[in-house]
């Protein structure tokens, strides 16, 4: 069986003139490193630049801010941030902009995804007749089930044939396009390709970094899942292209789910050298990137330019760039400690690039968070506490801060508290701190409540952030894109994966009820080896406790608070809440302070969330680059963004 290694280089592969997405130009302008055509597909070498190609596309979306906009800005996780323009606020559909056919954020994954699927489909077609295993084509198939399910979940039904056939790898360029039904996505591409890669794949990676069994089934898990909810519908949500809601093979939705489990629980009980870390800080500590919990990711790194996918000093947050957590990092340069800016940007993780677009409501901090104390999903999560870094200019001086007190590198300048505390002074305008920052007797830190939490002064989100190792003591290069791998997968996922399941009335195994699953979570989750708002390790093990506050019931509910814990802001949070049908409900209503520095009363804003924007539209350079009449597009774009 041939092996070869994985070197993560920008391809552009010929491919057909249908699949060009409006806001996709930046891709198509780039100079490729190779190109793929028809005939350099049935030799090993293009075989095999196509299944690398597989894994350097993934940087194409995970990382790329719009889309990251797009999974969590409107949810109950996200709202639009002081800095955002129309595409950011677009997504919140609380009044400020709409989501169209020419937004950004959501036309993102449409050519990506299309460019895999027929690369995937080439390799599959051609892999057996250059000498490539079963396991190198169940790779392939893992990502072209892996996009379709991007897609689907997207945009609800789409093209299985791209032109030469269903699932056939189109070699020329065509303007026409057929839109398949969900049911039609789900069973004859992603469902069976995904039992064919869990089935061939290795149980450990080839590479680091590649495509494992365990991988496989936690999709298949997922797509089961999925597709169990859409069969079943609880809340009436229409579908694209409008069909019954019914099960080719006969089965309804109860059936997929009990496969959803089963497969999670499989996979639970097998999955090879890959392991949960002991802590949840340990899963983001970045120097402790591509650990054993970590199934997929987009990698990038600090020590090759053309390998990370983007330039290493400056970064324009477009192309392969990992700048996704900049989206969700306010303004913190602008502090001040008499009058000096003591907190600098730099390439760390508690800091990184400030672009102040998209923002966390006040609920996220009062409920979802509420448990900060036991719970280390919190303090592991977001960066509460901003510390002068003076030091890394070599400034070692003290400055007076809050109520006139000194402080030095290394000492916080802004605290965001735990819990609300009546006892905070708070000032009109930009104050003494230049953000508009309260004041308690004897702090020498500013602090804000959570009742203060604004558009434009926020905690940051720490578990994506900036992460350098070439600082050598200064601040290194924080306007380069994110050199951090961005994380896809999760071992963990299967928990809640099974637990939902669960839920919703599979069959369980002894040991794997919902509450077990999810205590496995949270019992990790209860685990402290640092204190990252206090600076200091911290060895405490609240597991017990934990365990012993999850409720004996485990809801839908449950479930999804849960797993906004445990994968807040990391793209989860619009699927989850769009499988469930769970968005109008939850992200409906929330508070938030406004965008002036100073402004600390919370408003309750509400969203319009309409059924039929449980789907994104289909991007308007995709019906532009049809050969269709305007009757034809009309009826290709989903329903309400027309």
């Known amino acids: 069986m041939k092996r070869f290694k994985i070197n993560t280089v920008t391809i552009a592969m010929l491919f057909m003139t249908l699949l060009l997405g409006s806001c996709t130009q930046d891709i198509l302008q780039e100079n490729p490193k190779s190109v793929f055509t028809p005939e350099y597909f049935k030799t090993e070498l293009g075989v095999k630049g196509g299944l690398t190609a597989l894994y350097a596309n993934l940087r194409y979306i995970y990382g790329q801010p719009y889309y990251y906009n797009s999974l969590e800005t409107g949810t109950d996780e996200y709202t639009y941030a002081q800095s955002a323009d129309g595409n950011f606020k677009d997504s919140d559909l609380s009044g400020v902009g709409i989501i169209s056919s020419t937004s950004a954020p959501s036309s993102v994954p449409w050519q990506p995804s299309f460019r895999s699927i027929n690369t995937a489909s080439g390799i599959i077609e051609n892999a057996g007749a250059v000498g490539l295993g079963e396991d190198l084509i169940g790779e392939a198939k893992f990502f072209r089930a892996f996009y379709y399910f991007i897609l689907v979940q997207t945009y ?86 409008e069909a019954p809601r019914t099960d080719p093979a006969g ?90 800016s003591s907190v600098q940007r730099e390439a760390a993780q508690d800091y990184g690039r400030p672009w102040t677009r998209m923002a966390p409501p006040i609920n996220v901090f009062v409920n979802t968070f509420a448990d900060k104390t036991l719970d280390s999903r919190y303090d592991g999560t977001f960066v509460s506490v901003y510390r002068s870094n003076l030091d890394k200019v070599g400034d070692n001086a003290s400055y007076n801060n809050a109520n006139g007190l000194p402080i030095k590198a290394g000492d916080p300048v802004l605290t965001f508290l735990n819990d609300e505390n009546p006892a905070v002074i708070n000032t009109s305008g930009a104050g003494s701190s230049n953000v508009g920052a309260g004041t308690l007797p004897g702090r020498a830190d500013y602090v804000i409540n959570p009742s ?114 445990e994968y807040f802001g990391e793209g989860y949070r619009w699927t989850d809440l769009v499988r469930t049908q769970k968005w109008g409900e939850y992200a409906a209503t929330y508070k938030i302070a406004g965008t002036g520095k100073g402004d600390h009363t919370a408003v309750t804003y509400t969203r319009t969330i309409q059924p039929f924007h449980y789907l994104r539209p289909i991007p308007q350079g995709q019906l532009d680059s049809m050969d269709a009449t305007d009757d034809e597009k009309a009826v290709y774009q989903n329903p309400g963004y027309n």
């Open 156 to 241: 609800g039904g789409v093209p299985l044939d791209l032109g030469s056939g269903e699932l056939k790898f189109n070699t020329s360029s065509v303007r026409t396009s057929v839109r398949n039904t969900v049911a039609e996505v789900y069973t004859k591409a992603i469902i069976p390709d995904l039992i064919d890669a869990a089935t061939n794949l290795p149980d450990n990676q080839r590479l680091t970094g590649s495509a494992t069994k365990t991988l496989a089934r936690l999709y298949l898990a997922k797509a089961y899942l999925t597709y169990a909810w859409w069969l079943e519908n609880p809340n009436n949500i229409p579908t694209y292209p």
């Open 452 to 565: 203060g939490i604004s558009r434009i002064v926020y905690p940051g989100l720490w578990k994506l952030g900036t992460y350098r190792t070439d600082n050598n003591g200064g601040l290194g290069s924080p306007n380069g894109a994110v050199t951090r791998p961005y994380p896809i997968a999760k071992l963990s996922e299967l928990y809640f994966i099974a637990a939902e399941a669960a839920v919703k009335g599979a069959t369980v195994q002894a040991g794997k009820s919902a509450r077990e699953l999810i205590n496995v979570i949270r019992a990790r989750a209860g685990k402290w080896r640092f204190d990252r708002s206090g600076n200091v390790v911290k060895n405490q093990d609240n597991s017990a406790a934990m365990v012993l506050a999850t409720p004996a019931t485990i809801t839908i509910d449950y479930v999804l608070a849960e797993r906004s814990r």
């Open 251 to 340: 089965h309804n939705a109860q059936y997929y789910f009990q496969q959803a489990y089963d497969i999670a629980a499989t996979a639970i009980d097998n999955h090879g050298t890959f392991s949960l870390q002991p802590t949840f800080y340990d899963v983001h500590n970045a120097p402790n990137d591509r650990h054993s919990e970590m199934l997929l990711y987009a990698d990038h790194t600090e020590k090759s330019q053309k390998y990370n996918g983007a330039d290493l000093g400056y970064s324009n947050a477009n192309g392969q760039d990992n700048a996704a957590v900049w989206m969700a990092t306010w303004n913190y340069t602008e502090l001040r400690s008499s009058g000096k």
